[in-house]
Each structure stands twice: as C-alpha cells, then as structure tokens.
C-alpha cells in the first residue's frame, strides 16, 4: 500500500496531489466508485472480520473495556451494514457544484457561488473501524482526499478496510493515493496530522472528550470539533409513563457505548413518583445501575449514591445518573451547567414546556418526546456520518455530506473593470 520508508508528511502531500483528480470527478463516477468500495467491503467480509478478531482479541488483554470493546467489534452483521451505508452515500444527491447564491451587479457582472470540496480531510479516531469506512465514502462522496489516523486499538482492522478501498480506487482509475492512513506512525502520526496546515484542509476528531480536547488544542489544521455527549432526558411531571418508560430505556439500553445514549435523567418533582418507579424497574430489568439522588434512592431503593461527578460524565456504559429536580427551571438549570451540547430531550405531554425547552436548550440537537438515539446521520437521512458537530461554526449537529464542502465565488465577466 505504502513504504515504511515513507514520512507521514509525504503521504499527506501524495494526498494533496491526488485530491486534484477526486475533486474534478463527476456525480456518476463518484457514485460508481462508492459502490465498487462496499462491493469490495462484502467480498473481502473474511479478511476484514478476521483481522477484527485480532484487533478484539488484543484488546481484550489490554483491557480496553466494554464501551471500546463494543464499537471496535464488526461481525458479519456489521460489516454487511458498513457496505450497506456506503451505497446509502452512493445514492445521495451529489453536494459539490450546488448554486447557493447568485446576482448580476449593475456593471454586468455575474456572481454565482457555489459548493465545493474542501481538498483534503483528515480524522483522529479510537476504536472505530465504522468510522473508517463512513469517514472515507462520505469524503470521496463530496469530492475530497482523506487522511486518516484510526487509533492502535483498531490497527488491523482499519489496515485491512483500507486496503479495500485503496484497490477500489485503483480499480476506477483513481489515484489511491487520495485515500491515507498515518495508523502506523502510531502518536507522531496523529501529531503530524495535526500539524498539516496546508496539506490538510480540515481536520475532524471523533471519539473520547480527552482525545477531541487534545487535538481542539494542539492542532494547526482547521476543525470541526465533535464532542463528547453528556446526554440528558427530562421526565416532565405530565409526561405519559408508557413514553418515559420506553424512550429512557431506549436511549441507554440500546446502544450505551455510543455519544447519543442518554446519561442523566433528570425528574421534574410532582411526576416522581408516577414516573421513577416503572422507570426504574425498567432500567434494572435491562442490566443498568441507577447512580441516584437521594430522593431517587427513596423511589427506586436498588439504585447506588450518585457522586458530583457522575453529572458531567458519560458512562459510555450501563450506567445512568438520575436526580429529581423540583420543576423545569431546575432541570433547565442541571443541564446548562452540565450539558456537552449535543443532544438534549424532555417527555411531556405540556405543548408550552416542550416548546420552551426546545428554545432554551443550547444544543446541536433538541428533542421532545423521542429517544436520544435519534440523534445520527443515519437516521437524519444522510447516509453515513462522519461525527456529531458540537461546535457553532460551519456545522452543527450530524454531519453529512454538504458539511464536507467550502464555498467559492464564481465571477463571469465581459471586460468589466473598477472605477
């Protein structure tokens, strides 16, 4: 693929150079290479789960714990749906050459600006091969080079996956060398990512709040910070019990490893009694530890002491910090003391307090009456997605593919010159 002799600095430049060549691609052969990619993921299925297994079973000896454990495993299943997401991106609308403005000034001449791909995106990740391949497909979907540093949990199923679409791009008569991965460098690789101003146009980390810190900070390249996600759902005094009882569990139980599993559960105090109990039983059935308030604790008396700093953490697994709060104000309160700003949501069947939780919540995503799962490219009907945006400039929220374009302005003139 590449020679160990190689910097990561030069694979970064061969992927400058060949970003040239993604970004002229028309929508038809961007598509058709997307498609030879998850053709290639499903016919290689054995070497990708194989080199999976080693990758788990390293990290089993390492200790990397089950949230890790969870996202870095791909089995059959898993792999089928990474193919599956690619082709999803296949068949989305083309977001480079879009028309976003346009005038004509008094003189004659002709504005239009319109989308286009930023050149080279780079990602810093953990233990996430889905991220290889979604980060991959929706860059070269939006015309871009990718750069990518995937982390040594996941070393050898990302070696294998890339491999993969390296020999796809090959195969459509692209220069692979728009597709990178700096994983063997190990931390100087990352650090050189970080420092590629000028051969990296943007730079997108997902994964721990240390890791996205990290390169928030230390970076020079430009970037879209995906953060972590202290996630919150209110119970409102007049919220129906059937939804707060399904839509917690959902939100913790389903996938508890991922940035949009619930954290906290916050109980407005004239619902407690209706709501906790069955709530609480519910969670215990399904394997989650309640850490809870003491007014908790006099509701669901299986539930352990929550500690202060249970509140600003994301569990990441089944685990949940919950706290009866005595109405909205306070709950509005606890979460814009704690949030991450990355999905927030309250069940009540009170039209007002949903509309003003809705307003006041600073979050990338707000929700009423719906789990937190939600809260994914995929199900926003992007595609794949390459992070959650916690940030307020360029993107916010699910990022798809218009999020990995620029702008430029087009200006057709006929001889106009300034006064």
């Known amino acids: 693929m590449t020679s160990p002799r190689d910097t990561a600095q030069e694979r970064m430049a061969r992927a400058k150079e060949a970003s040239r060549q993604v970004g002229l691609m028309t929508d038809a052969e961007k598509a ?39 996202r870095l495993r791909l089995d059959e ?26 005038r004509t000034l008094a003189n004659g001449l002709s504005l239009h600006k ?16 889905n991220v290889t391949v979604d980060i ?10 990718v750069v990518l540093r995937g982390g040594s949990a996941a070393q050898s199923t990302n070696a294998a996956l890339i491999t993969v679409m390296r020999e796809a791009l090959t195969e459509e008569g692209i220069d ?20 590629a101003r000028g051969l990296v146009d943007v730079l997108i980390p997902r994964g721990s709040a240390q890791l996205i810190e990290t390169v928030v900070t230390e970076s020079l390249v430009p970037v879209i910070e995906t953060g972590a996600g202290v996630v919150h759902i209110v119970l409102d005094a007049s919220a129906p019990l059937e939804w707060a009882r399904d839509i917690v569990v959902n939100a913790k139980v389903q996938r508890p490893s991922v940035c949009n599993a619930v954290e906290t559960l916050l109980v407005v105090r004239d619902g407690a009694a209706r709501l906790l109990p069955e709530v609480g039983r519910a969670l215990l059935e399904s394997g989650v530890t309640i850490h809870g308030d003491e007014d908790t604790r006099a509701l669901v008396p299986e539930a352990v002491p929550v500690q202060d700093a249970d509140w600003a953490t994301e ?39 949903a509309e003003r939780f809705l307003a006041e919540v600073d979050a990338a995503v707000v929700m009423t009456n719906a789990s937190t799962r939600f809260t ?10 390459v992070g959650i945006s916690t940030q307020k400039l360029h993107a916010r929220g699910p990022m798809g593919l218009p999020e990995l374009t620029s702008t430029k302005w087009l200006a057709r003139g006929a001889g106009q010159i300034r006064d």
Request: proline fraction near 2%.
């Open 136 to 145: 991959t497909a929706l860059a070269l979907r939006s015309g871009n080079a």
């Open 32 to 70: 058709n290479l997307l498609h030879r990619i998850a053709d290639g993921i499903e016919a290689r299925m054995d070497d990708i789960v194989a080199a999976n297994s080693v990758d788990l079973q390293r990290g089993e000896t390492d200790g990397i714990g089950a949230g890790l454990l969870d």
């Open 315 to 353: 569990h990441m697994s089944l685990d949940i910090s919950v706290r009866v709060v005595d109405d909205l104000d306070e709950a509005l309160s606890h979460v814009r003391t704690y949030s991450t700003q990355h999905t927030e949501s309250i069940v009540t069947a009170d039209t007002a307090h």
């Open 114 to 129: 319109v989308s286009v791909p930023f050149g080279v995106v780079g990602s810093i990740y953990e233990a996430r091969p």
């Open 376 to 385: 994914d490219g995929g199900e926003f009907g992007f595609g794949a997605e």
């Open 77 to 102: 299943a898993r792999v089928r749906a990474l193919a599956a997401a690619v082709r999803e991106v296949a068949a989305l609308p083309d977001p480079v050459g879009r028309v976003l403005e346009e």
């Open 176 to 195: 692979a060398e728009a597709l990178q991965t700096v994983d063997d460098f190990g931390r100087d690789g990352a650090r050189a990512l970080m420092r």
